[in-house]
């Protein structure tokens, strides 16, 4: 499985430009102005991993398949969006369709670029985003609270349920706190996600820096650091106008530019992985003389329910998974060596998948 991530933010925070970096296209059209993106731009991105390279490269590999991660551009939200300023409504529905929100701050002065509130205050602007998605999912509640109310008198389980999580979102928002904030139990979690609220989904907060400040970030970046801290999310430190002239260079000239530039790897590397923690994804992977190939899993994947991202025979028929560890695999020269030293293992239905596991599943058909 693959992720889907909605970058946000109020406009001219440099939104569009880092969606035109992390999909190494030009479909998002980067203006000096609100609302240059009008219909949200979808790009999918492979998901850069050393790992699989190496893999193939052992495995004399014919063809090599990253797993993907795909990016929404949605457009330049304002205050009042909740209730339809600007193209509010419209990008509020896009962000519902998200797994995750990137929230770019403009952590930059640049007095040729125009920001809508006329000042340069990234954890304002964040204040603002939080502000519109938690009066949206207010809205959204009241309604649907007073839709199920006949369900409820009845005796219906599921609205039962549904008008219990509703409330306890309402009772969070209305004290000024976004849905993710509630605890909810086990039992609850799946008809909790089915609300799709807003304010339920993970932040990174993406600070989109000058230049200068890609390598150590700079004072705007520091304020949004301590906000992410506080509020238990997770930030990057990103320049977007250096990851948009790193993605039209060659692999060899890209890696140079970074040198020089004092950064150890792509911005795109780093929201990545950013975006795996937040999400708690991992990896494991196929190999073989045809194709070595990379799949994306939450922690915790038992075999069967890995098996089943390729195909839902796999996890229908599950047998066994023969399984090596990826640093076992790379030590021992592939598959044949490592099991010959004992490093294959069979693993069966209980088995909880690691990142890096190189894996072949036998089941019935």
């Avoid at 959204?140 to 549904?162: F, H, M, T």
Wanted: include cysteine.
């Amino acid at each position: 499985m693959g992720f889907k991530m909605g970058i946000v933010g109020l406009p001219n925070v440099g939104k569009s430009t880092l969606f035109n970096a992390l999909t190494r296209t030009a479909a998002a059209q980067a203006a000096n102005f609100p609302f240059c993106t009008i219909e949200p731009n979808v790009g999918d991105v492979a998901v850069p991993d050393a790992r699989l390279d190496k893999l193939a490269g052992i495995a004399a590999s014919k063809q090599i398949i990253p797993t993907r991660m795909t990016f929404v551009d949605i457009a330049g939200l304002v205050k009042g969006a909740a209730q339809g300023e600007g193209l509010g409504n419209q990008f509020l529905a896009n962000i519902r369709e998200t797994d995750a929100i990137a929230h770019v701050l403009r952590c930059f002065e640049d007095g040729d670029v125009t920001h809508v509130e006329g000042r340069v205050d990234p954890v304002a602007d964040a204040d603002v985003i939080e502000t519109e998605l938690m009066l949206a999912d207010l809205e959204s509640l009241e309604k649907r609270l007073q839709g199920i109310v006949r369900k409820v008198r009845g005796g219906d389980k599921e609205a039962v349920q549904q008008e219990r999580l509703m409330k306890m979102a309402v009772e969070a928002l209305e004290d000024g706190k976004p849905a993710r904030t509630v605890e909810v139990d086990e039992e609850d979690s799946k008809a909790w996600k089915m609300l799709q609220l807003l304010t339920s989904k993970p932040v990174l907060y993406v600070c989109n820096v000058d230049e200068g400040s890609s390598a150590t970030g700079n004072a705007f970046s520091a304020k949004v650091a301590d906000m992410a801290a506080a509020q238990g999310n997770a930030h990057v430190v990103i320049s977007a106008q250096i990851e948009e002239e790193i993605s039209q260079l060659s692999d060899e000239d890209a890696a140079m530019f970074l040198e020089e530039m004092g950064l150890e790897e792509a911005g795109l590397d780093r929201l990545i992985r950013a975006g795996y923690e937040l999400l708690s994804l991992q990896t494991y992977f196929t190999v073989g003389p045809k194709e070595a190939r990379a799949w994306t899993i939450k922690e915790g994947t038992l075999a069967p329910q890995a098996a089943g991202v390729i195909h839902g025979d796999f996890e229908r028929g599950f047998i066994r998974a023969e399984t090596i560890a990826y640093d076992d695999y790379v030590a021992l020269g592939g598959e044949g060596p490592a099991k010959e030293a004992g490093k294959m293992r069979a693993e069966g239905k209980s088995y909880l998948v690691k990142d890096g596991d190189v894996m072949h599943f036998l089941f019935n058909t």
